[in-house]
């Protein structure tokens, strides 16, 4: 082993000392082959007979003559090697080549770059699939129980009568072509929208700050909405109601309501402090502008001030 280094070492810095080397290789196998004659011979290990010593002699020649075809073969792979070698080194030295090299040089670091953003979208695809199948078998167990109480809906509870539906879809052409005029005469009117702030949440509450809610419950805080709420439902059910229906404390309000409208409240649903007292029975003091500052925060209401007068528009 330390022979073929050496060898390829002479080889790489001069080729002519290396056929030097591989000749003298050559002679030292031969000389080895002559010395294990001898060898033989001394110890009386050499045939008898001369078909036998022939035969030996055969043997021996066709193992040189192997032995020298083997060393032959690994001597031109080595040169062929070599020059190989010598001519990659000498690549960069040509000018004409040295783009060509820095070109491949820079499209293998983006090669490389590409490689890696690859690898790390295939690692987020799998996240995806695997968030997906947790989402496709929570959804096939809701199914399966969805499928379940339809299976198993308890007795107790009330069941659509069948039996007027398909009397009303079981109707002639001519009893329903004589109800249409009648329908069409009576005017009934359908009340109008009412906006209403909806219900703060658990997990709203649980987001408020601490310095903001203070001791106030959930309850607590809810309740000022339904409050509010109702007054929005009775004060905008007098607004709805024509003017000849009302009676004198009606039409004060209505008055009222009227003139406490400005062109930032068009469209918008909103009370002052005096409906809140008018409608309900909510005490207007520091705690209600506490909960004010967290229906706020949670965008159920926005003031409006003007006119020395503070409005709170439903969101």
Not at 43 to 65: C, D, T, V, W, Y
Not at 110 to 127: S, W
Not at 168 to 193: D, H, I, M, Y
Not at 263 to 277: N, Q, S, W
Request: with cysteine; net charge positive; charged share 25%.
């Amino acid at each position: 082993m330390t022979f073929l280094i050496h060898v390829e070492f002479v080889v790489y810095h001069n080729p002519h000392i290396f056929l030097n080397c591989a000749i003298t290789n050559l002679v030292i196998s031969y000389s080895v082959c002559v010395q294990d004659y001898s060898i033989f011979k001394q110890r009386s290990l050499f045939p008898h007979s001369a078909l036998q010593k022939q035969g030996f002699i055969e043997r021996r020649r066709n193992m040189a003559s192997l032995n020298m075809e083997d060393l032959c073969s690994y001597i031109n792979t080595r040169i062929s090697t070599i020059k190989k070698t010598l001519q990659l080194r000498n690549i960069d030295q040509e000018p004409s080549l040295k783009s060509v090299l820095c070109k491949i040089g820079h499209e293998m670091s983006l090669l490389n770059e590409l490689l890696n953003r690859m690898e790390i979208e295939v690692q987020h695809q799998e996240k995806l699939k695997n968030t997906l199948k947790e989402i496709q078998e929570s959804a096939e167990r809701d199914y399966n129980e969805v499928l379940h109480l339809c299976e198993n809906i308890p007795p107790h509870l009330p069941k659509t009568n069948q039996s007027c539906t398909t009397g009303l879809f079981g109707k002639s052409e001519e009893q329903s072509n004589s109800t249409e005029p009648e329908r069409a005469k009576k005017s009934v009117k359908e009340p109008k929208f009412i906006k209403e702030a909806p219900i703060i949440t658990a997990e709203e509450f649980e987001n408020v700050p601490a310095y903001m809610r203070g001791r106030l419950t959930y309850d607590q805080i809810n309740g000022v909405i339904e409050d509010m709420n109702r007054a929005v439902i009775s004060k905008y059910k007098i607004l709805h109601q024509p003017v000849k229906s009302m009676n004198s404390a009606a039409r004060s309000l209505y008055n009222r309501f009227l003139e406490e409208e400005t062109k930032d409240t068009k469209g918008e649903f909103f009370i002052v402090e005096a409906d809140i007292k008018e409608f309900t029975q909510l005490k207007v003091d520091k705690r209600f502008y506490s909960i004010l500052n967290i229906l706020r925060h949670c965008q159920r209401v926005r003031e409006v001030r003007g006119s020395r007068l503070v409005r709170y528009v439903i969101c």
